[in-house]
């Protein structure tokens, strides 16, 4: 880890944009970008969520927010001039890290603490004997040192090295941050430690409790148990979007996708094909009226299009509405399947959700069946490696156990035993 990354995200974190921060810290956009992958890596949790065109912080982020700053101030005031230097006070404070000359530079924290191990020593020959190092390699680290910071840091004579006055302000800055850094890194190895048994598989969100998708999740959960009791798996929820960008920076080891296409840079089987229904509440429906007269006089409830389910949709809305007649629908975007739902039965709504699910309800809306081309496709993704793909296997073998609905109407039927639905 090195002081340019920590400092790009903790202004990245403080702004909510990567483009501000970059212009803060006088670097490309794509440095930001990168800075905050190699921290999440390290540290080995995310730490953003996108809303739209902003970067939230995540929970765990904002618990290190405050520790991030105090970094950040200490590694801004190494490039500050001795005077400016020595006119600050001993602790600056967080959310205001001083203005830097220039952009901060590429400083590795481990030249930071073999700086602070050489003035300890007194001696380069002897710093490098305990860090088992090759003493022209230490030397060569801490001149570039110097060159970064742009001061003298130590004078060096027969008997050793002492501190410059910049070397023993910088001395203070050093210990400082890495005390912050083994406070923030020991917080997150115990974090790994615990999970590095852990296998990790994130799925699209369930429909709720009656759902194929938790259905299959419970089974899973349960057959993982019996078969792999030392090795646990844990599930976790949310979008399609963020189960490939959680895969792509190593959150999750495996995901269950409710999508057909997934990036070239994993492998995936198919899991299971669902029908998906246009739901609607029976109290809205007139007779004889045509699921497109349906489209164009109810308000459409949808989920984010970060979901597959939205993806589906948009292509059914599509394949049946002009573009005149979609620019007039009214849609209202929501990031929960039960919300939906009840906008459907209690607010004279519609939407198109997995038939199945939805006809497990205890007073389920009326369904029509789409026909084939809009179907749930759940596949099982993971990263093109020898132990994913072992896992992944593992749990394919448990998920093909799950039971499909025996009772399923032809397309463009209402389910049995429903009332009658809007003709196609």
Same mark, same amino acid.
């Given at each position: ?23 803060? !810290? ?8 990168? @800075? ?30 405050? &520790?991030?700053?105090? #970094? ?56 490098? &004997?305990?860090? %088992? ?33 910049? %070397? ?8 400082? #941050?890495? $005390?912050?850094?083994? $406070?923030?890194?020991?917080? +997150? ?5 615990? +999970? ?11 429909? %709720? ?16 148990? %019996? ?8 599930? *976790? ?26 990036? *070239? !840079? ?23 009226? !045509? ?9 459409? @409830?949808?989920? +984010? ?10 292509? =059914? ?24 739902? $009840? ?5 004279? =709504? ?52 799950? !039971? ?21």
């Amino acid at each position: 880890m090195d002081l340019a990354t920590l400092c790009l995200v903790e202004a990245t974190l403080r702004t909510g944009s990567v483009r501000a921060a970059a212009r803060l !810290e006088g670097r490309p956009a794509s440095s930001a970008s990168a @800075a905050l992958r190699r921290l999440e890596a390290a540290i080995s949790m995310p730490l953003v969520r996108r809303e739209g065109a902003m970067l939230v912080p995540t929970l765990d982020a904002q618990a290190r927010m405050d &520790r991030l700053a105090e #970094i950040a101030a200490a590694a801004k005031e190494l490039l500050l001039p001795g005077a400016e230097r020595a006119a600050r006070p001993a602790v600056p404070l967080p959310q205001t890290p001083p203005r830097p000359v220039r952009p901060m530079p590429q400083i590795p924290l481990e030249t930071l603490a073999r700086f602070s191990a050489t003035v300890g020593a007194g001696s380069i020959r002897r710093a490098a &004997r305990m860090l %088992g190092l090759g003493q022209p390699q230490l030397t060569r680290q801490l001149a570039r040192l110097e060159r970064e910071i742009g001061f003298p840091l130590l004078v060096r004579s027969r008997g050793g090295v002492t501190c410059t006055d910049a %070397g023993v302000a910088v001395l203070a800055l050093a210990e400082r #941050i890495g $005390n912050i850094w083994a $406070n923030l890194s020991q917080a +997150s190895d115990e974090r790994f430690r615990k +999970s590095a048994r852990t296998w990790r598989l994130g799925s699209v969100i369930p429909f %709720g409790h009656e759902s194929d998708i938790a259905r299959m999740l419970a089974t899973l959960a349960a057959g993982w148990q %019996g078969k792999h009791p030392r090795q646990p798996l844990f599930i *976790a929820s949310t979008t399609a979007d963020e189960l490939i960008s959680g895969l792509q920076a190593r959150r999750f080891d495996l995901a269950l996708l409710d999508v057909d296409r997934f990036p *070239a !840079e994993f492998d995936g089987a198919l899991v299971s094909r669902s029908p998906l229904a246009l739901a609607v509440s029976r109290s809205v429906v007139k007779d004889g009226e !045509e699921v497109a007269d349906l489209l164009r006089r109810l308000p459409v @409830a949808v989920p +984010s299009a970060r979901s597959g389910l939205r993806q589906m949709t948009d292509l =059914y809305i599509a394949s049946t509405l002009s573009a005149a007649e979609r620019a007039r629908l009214t849609l209202v975007e929501v990031d929960s399947i039960p919300v939906i739902v $009840n906008l459907v039965r209690e607010h004279g =709504y519609l939407s198109i959700l997995p038939e199945q699910s939805v006809s497990r309800l205890a007073d389920p809306p009326a369904l029509i069946r789409l026909d084939a081309r809009f179907r749930q496709t759940l596949n099982l993704v993971w990263p093109r490696n020898a132990l994913s793909r072992q896992t992944a296997q593992a749990v394919m073998e448990i998920l093909s156990a799950v !039971e499909g609905d025996p009772a399923a109407p032809p397309p463009g039927k209402t389910a049995p035993d429903r009332h009658a639905a809007p003709r196609r």
